[in-house]
């Protein structure tokens, strides 16, 4: 027996129009890949909007989205699906890939660098020509729904000895680099998400971009879009400046306290109000 997974991926049709604003070829790109059933790895810097991204052309395309989080616990069977116990007997359980895959939904695997190398290697059939999905376990060879599209993101700057995809995975797939919007871009974009005027989204933007040039003198990442957002967001909830700087960007990025008084420094130049840091 095998549970169909048809009324799940329904309720992940995406209705409204997610905000993206697009910086560049993006949507042509990822709208070229879809119609050729080619598979896109999405390349960028966390909280640079990839994620949004992919829900956008979820809507545009009119298909559901399937979302997966990477991490180093994830497994084969959680993407492909496993036999469990049930009260009629053991039942056969899709996981979300192979849900994605037999009814025709985005599948998107997050930060897929995050899961194990032995674990990536089940999306390998799905990205070539034969865009089937083996189930061993199960005994059968799940051909991909025509409409099925496998897209993938991960963070190059974290690229490691240990933590990187495989070549043979890597060159599966067309590639869509991301990375933060210049700076009127970008301030449009703390304004239309968090709602605030022009002045304040940009001293953000100014603070993101001060951040940004403390990477490799000990930051591993400069505050990101979302994380402007969220400074953004509190504000307009009633938080001071100063607080909400504090609580979205300083205290997230770093632990380490000579970083941290650099980071304050850049954020009273970009916004003296906030001095207080």
């Known amino acids: 027996m095998t549970v169909d997974a048809s009324a799940h991926l329904a309720a992940e049709l995406i209705r409204d129009e997610p905000y993206y604003r697009p910086v560049g070829d993006e949507i042509d790109l990822f709208a070229a890949a879809y119609a050729g059933r080619l598979p896109v790895m999405l390349k960028g810097p ?5 994620t949004r991204f992919v829900e956008h052309m979820a809507w545009r395309l009119k298909r559901p989205l399937v979302t997966v989080a990477a991490h180093e616990d994830l497994t084969a069977a959680d993407l492909a699906g496993r036999f469990l116990l049930a009260p009629e007997g053991t039942v056969w359980h899709d996981g979300p890939l192979t849900a994605a895959v037999r009814l025709g939904a985005i599948c998107y695997l997050d930060e897929i660098v995050e899961a194990r190398q032995d674990t990536t ?3 390998h059939p799905l990205t070539d020509a034969r865009r089937a999905l083996p189930l061993d376990k199960k005994g059968e060879l799940v051909p991909a729904h025509p409409d099925f599209q496998l897209t993938i993101s991960y963070n190059p700057g974290y690229q490691s000895a240990v933590k990187d995809l495989k070549e043979s995975t890597k060159q599966r797939f067309v590639a869509i680099e991301f990375d933060y919007p210049e700076p009127a871009i970008e301030a449009e974009i703390v304004m239309r998400e968090a709602g605030v005027a022009a002045a304040l989204a940009g001293g953000l933007v100014d603070v993101g971009l001060r951040s940004r ?3 490799g003198d000990g930051l591993a990442e400069g505050a990101s879009t979302r994380m402007l957002i969220h400074a953004a967001k509190l504000v307009r909830g009633g938080a001071p400046l100063d607080a909400a700087l504090r609580s979205a960007i300083l205290l ?3 632990d380490e306290p000579d970083l941290r008084e ?5 954020i009273a130049a970009s ?3 906030a001095a207080r840091l």
Do not use: H, S
């Not at 966390?46 to 990839?50: H, I, L, S, V, Y």
């Open 252 to 254: 997230p990025i770093t």
């Open 121 to 123: 290697v089940v999306i």
């Open 213 to 215: 040039n403390l990477r």
């Open 271 to 273: 916004l003296p109000e």
């Open 262 to 266: 650099a980071l304050a420094a850049a």
């Open 46 to 50: 966390t909280g640079c909007g990839k």
